[in-house]
């Protein structure tokens, strides 16, 4: 138990759905982060969010939006995805917020495993 | 090079040492980080190595720095079965101290 939960574990969905992913941690954490790890790369950072503000998006579709209401929990709405989205998509935290913070020690949900059909 | 490398396989038979390599990309990284993957779940934070440092030692984990050449190596020592999962290194890049994580390598230990 990493202290990162994230919901659902498992989610089937169809291209023309909505659905969102949530991550929460009570750690007292400041960054929090969309990873997507599929079989044919490796972890891939999607979103960062330090203080509740969007300080990087690596060229994401925008079929994928996040949502940081408080520092506590992030969200990842989903909607018209493609197959080549299925993948582990993993919500992690760590203390840092804003440039010179040393460490950077990243804590990971379990992540969730979508499958796009 | 960009990207942070790592071999992608190694199998190891119980009870014999692992090795696994990583070179990164940053000489300025102030941290270095080992993770491991089980089967099914999140990352987990093994151990970390201050970037001042040229070796670290925890239990049966050993880490070993050469900010010369950018390369870091973790060493599991007397290798279990439960070892078996993927390590991936990763270091700190951009503003945000986001990590970048290499490929991963997958460990595989037999009885």
């Known amino acids: 138990e990493t202290g990162v939960t994230q919901t659902p574990r498992h989610l089937v969905m169809g291209m023309t759905n909505k659905k969102s992913l949530k991550c929460e941690q009570h750690l007292g954490h400041n960054a929090m982060y969309w990873y997507k790890q599929s079989a044919k790369k490796p972890l891939e950072l999607m979103f960062v969010y330090s203080l509740e503000e969007r300080v990087e998006n690596n060229s994401v579709p925008s079929r994928f939006s996040p949502e940081c209401p408080n520092s506590s929990h992030l969200f990842l709405h989903l909607h018209t995805l493609q197959p080549e989205d299925s993948a582990l998509y993993l919500c992690?935290?760590?203390?840092?917020?804003?440039?010179?913070?040393?460490?950077?020690?990243?804590?990971f949900g379990q992540g969730t495993r979508l499958t796009v059909v | 090079g960009e990207d942070v490398e790592q071999s992608l396989f190694l199998s190891v038979r119980e009870g014999d040492s692992s090795v696994i390599n990583c070179t990164y990309t940053?000489?300025?990284?102030?941290?270095l980080y080992w993770y491991k993957q089980e089967p099914g779940a999140g990352l987990q934070l093994l151990t970390y190595i201050f970037s001042n440092m040229d070796m670290k030692q925890d239990q049966r984990l050993t880490v070993l720095l050469n900010k010369k050449d950018k390369h870091l190596s973790l060493r599991i020592a007397d290798t279990q079965t439960g070892d078996s999962a993927i390590y991936f290194c990763?270091?700190?890049?951009?503003?945000?101290?986001?990590?970048?994580f290499g490929t991963g390598t997958r460990l595989l230990v037999s009885p």
């Open positions: 940053d000489s300025s990284s102030t941290y």
């Open positions: 992690a935290s760590s203390p840092g917020a804003g440039e010179g913070f040393m460490n950077t020690e990243a804590f």
């Open positions: 990763a270091e700190p890049k951009g503003g945000f101290q986001k990590l970048v």
